[in-house]
């Protein structure tokens, strides 16, 4: 018998559809509402108090109570709530915000251009190759080649790029031009006895098998994360990235960086671009750039890039893309703020200091045997659970979202991601609010099991 739902509940389920929710599962089981949040946790309506694992979506990096970005956010409300930046008009905290991100962005970036969210800004990515080759008189050279386990948004371009079978299933996706290679998961997708170098040779004969085959004149662009997170926090083998570039650069297409989870620390240095040897020809950046307290995201563009497009916008007399809040004024003044903040408290390096923690802890519950493997790279990581053979579970991610709500039953927010358990904590997080993250742990799985 499930217990009946509360007024707020029930008003709930009658007015908002739930983003990546069974909606017919939440009519029983109504939403579980927030209230309020200080620190690294966060509160229901009930008063219970939960350690927030995963950061609200992998993006909260500075808790949920920050009083700097907070009062950033209010003198900027107070002296300028809204401006754009179309048609020749600017303003400070758009300029600054962008000059700070040329500053830090990995590799050699000279623009900047503002979204609100991840997926507009990878929507604007291959936007950005399209005209871009256009303007170099290259026009056949459009295909995008993303990844299997791939998460890049859910717009319609973005959710093409994406890799995952629901982001796809009955929304008529992907759109043509857009090809998935292998991810780089070695424990699930490699071959019986297949070393992992092996296994990294493999992917990457299979990539230039797959330009030749297309034909390189028409790919423009691979795009990536760093480490995949909403695919199940894939870690690529050792050397993946510097062996990719060389196909890359063999074959003239450009690397998009997707560093909307990995950017500002999350992996132990600024970008995991820098923790994977990346070299990236542009940055899509969201989510920890203004701890995402407000809504807004940034491409960053190469010299080549940004020269050839200002050339073509000249030609044809404008730059035909931009939104209404692209730049907003709150969020570039928050996100000045936040990047003030990750550098003056040293956030990378309080990232690298609470890690061997967070890895001990990720392979302390990668031996249950309920556990297939424990994936980590600075602070995102997750443990798989491998049920096969578990009676009552028959639905692939079933055993996952069980081991879940037993977490979320002892106070611990992790995000079951089918069979994976995901754990991105606020990079502020200290030992000891780890270890009380990761105390449920061996209960939950043994009741799991
Ligand atoms: N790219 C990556 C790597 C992401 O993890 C996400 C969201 O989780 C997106 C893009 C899409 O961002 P948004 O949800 O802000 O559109």
Partial sequence: MTKPLSNMQQRDVEAVLHPYTDAMKLRTTGAHMITRAEGVRVF?????????????LWCSGLGFSDRELIEAAKEQLDKLPYYHLFGGRSHEPGMELAEKIKEIAPGNMARVIFQSSGSEANDTQIKLAWYYNN?????????????????HGVTIASASLTGLPPNHRDFDLPIDRILHTASPHYWKEASDGESEAEFLARLVKELEDMIEREGPDTIAAFIAEPVMGAGGVIVPPEGYFPAIQAVLDRHDILMIDDEV??????????????????????????KQLTGSYVPLSAVAMNRDMAEAIEENSGR???FGHGFTYGGHPLGCAVGLKALEIYERRNIVGHVRDVTPTFHRLLREAGQHPLVGEARMCGLMGCIEVAPEGRKGFEKPGAVGTRLMEELVARGSIFRSLG????????MIISEAELEELFAPMHEALDVTY
């Fill in 419 to 426: 069979d994976v358990l995901a754990v991105c904590p606020p």
């Fill in 261 to 286: 989870i990995t950017g500002f620390g999350r992996t132990g240095n600024w970008f995991g671009a820098q923790t994977m040897g990346m070299q990236p020809t542009s940055v899509s950046m969201a």
């Fill in 44 to 56: 229901d309506d009930r008063g219970r108090g939960y350690i927030e694992g995963m950061a609200g």
């Fill in 316 to 318: 044809i007399g404008t």
């Fill in 135 to 151: 303007a170099i008189g290259r026009p056949q050279k459009k295909k995008i080649i993303s990844r299997m386990k791939a998460y």
